[in-house]
Nanobody, 125 residues
Framework: QVQLVESGGGLVQAGGSLRLACAAS????????MGWFRQAPGKEREFVAS????????YYPDSVKGRFTISRDNPKNTIYLQMNSLKPEDTAVYLC??????????????????WGQGTQVTVSS
């Protein structure tokens, strides 16, 4: 069974940085596009970043572009999310996700169907 386990969340002041990690037990990790989403209380789940199976392509929404960076280490079956210049509105549970199928386009947000439990990120003002 596929497992995605996030770590690295915590409390940080506005303007600070955090680095999240997601360890995957997914046996086909190195051919799967991966991503990060977030969900704040009372809000819908929001796409944050995606990365191609080989790490060559990344995709971000405007809300985090230039502040967040997604990366991956395939030999370690791990992806990361470096978050800089954090704002109070970035406060949410951050979830790691994998595409259901191998390869494909990283812009296919609807293809993310395997989820971790999430890690809480709280940004104080």
């Amino acid at each position: 069974q596929v497992q995605l386990v996030e770590s690295g969340g915590g409390l940080v002041q506005a303007g600070g940085s955090l680095r999240l990690a997601c360890a995957a037990s997914e046996p086909h990790f190195n051919i799967k596009n991966m991503g990060w989403f977030r969900q704040a209380p009372g809000k819908e789940r929001e796409f944050v970043a995606s990365i191609s199976w080989n790490g060559r392509e990344t995709y971000y929404p405007d809300s985090v572009k230039g502040r967040f960076t997604i990366s991956r280490d395939n030999p370690k079956n791990t992806i990361y999310l470096q978050m800089n210049s954090l704002k109070p509105e970035d406060t949410a549970v951050y979830l790691c996700a994998a595409h259901r199928a191998a390869f494909g386009s990283i812009r296919r947000i609807d293809e993310f169907g395997i989820w971790g439990q999430g890690t809480q990120v709280t940004v104080s003002s």
